[in-house]
């Protein structure tokens, strides 16, 4: 069965980086692009963009773009969300998604993982 | 701000019907899909496409379109129905996803 594990909590000051990690299993991970997804407390879904699993192309949102970095370790069917000098809006539930047939916004989602920015 | 408007909340008596609705211009060429989200779980897919519903997922839920608007329905809600419902699609570009805003369902 299709399963996407991520890392777990992190606590972090401002100006720091984090790194996510999402691990696939139940089917090839080249196949299906990537989704990450952001989830502010008390707030909606946002797209955060993807990155195609077979070329390693990421391509970000709007309001993403600088200080986030999508990125791959196909060996291991892993993808990675880097945010560098968070700040403390970056606080958020951040989920990983895998962009099924004809379903965008992902068929298969990550568990999240709690990113959370304080001095 | 979100290119898909959704209503903030919708209630519903046990049992009965309700739909819950989302409007976008890109919905007019693109199907939307229809997520599910409990209290500190991550979303679960609950309908896609025309009206398709992945494995699990009961047969009360189902989709439609008309427009620029998109819907979901569940027919006879039950109290494990309520929680946040977020549509999703392409953007007017075709090039990017967006969600919608949410629509938080009480089951009564």
């Known amino acids: 069965q299709v399963q996407l594990v991520q890392s777990g909590s992190e606590l972090k000051k401002p100006g720091a980086s984090v790194k996510v990690s999402c691990k696939a299993s139940?089917?090839?991970?080249?196949?299906?692009?990537m989704n990450w997804v952001r989830q502010a407390p008390g707030q909606g879904l946002e797209w955060m963009g993807w990155?195609?699993?077979?070329?390693?192309?990421?391509t970000y949102a709007q309001g993403f773009t600088g200080r986030f970095v999508f990125s791959l370790d196909t060996s291991v069917s892993t993808a990675y969300l880097q945010i560098d000098s968070l700040k403390a809006e970056d606080t958020a539930v951040y989920y990983c998604?895998?962009?099924?047939?004809?379903?965008?916004?992902?068929?298969?989602w990550g568990q999240g993982t709690l990113v959370t920015v304080s001095s | 701000s979100s290119e898909l408007t959704q209503d903030p909340a919708v209630s519903v008596a046990l049992g009965q019907t309700v739909r819950i609705t989302c409007q976008g211009d890109?919905?007019?060429?693109?199907?939307a899909s229809w997520y599910q989200q409990k209290p500190g779980q991550a979303p679960v897919l609950v309908i896609y496409?025309?009206?398709n519903r992945p494995s699990g997922i009961p047969d009360r839920f189902s989709g439609s379109r008309s427009g620029n608007t998109t819907s979901l329905t569940i027919t006879g809600a039950q109290a494990e129905d309520e929680g946040d419902y977020y549509c999703?699609?392409?953007?007017?570009?075709?090039?990017?996803?967006?969600f919608g805003g949410g629509t938080k369902l009480t089951v009564l």
């Open positions: 998604a895998r962009v099924g047939t004809a379903v965008a916004g992902g068929d298969y």
């Open positions: 990155i195609n699993t077979n070329t390693g192309n990421p």
């Open positions: 139940g089917y090839t991970f080249t196949t299906y692009t």
């Open positions: 890109s919905l007019r060429s693109f199907y």
């Open positions: 999703n699609s392409r953007d007017s570009s075709g090039d990017d996803v967006v």
């Open positions: 496409g025309k009206s």
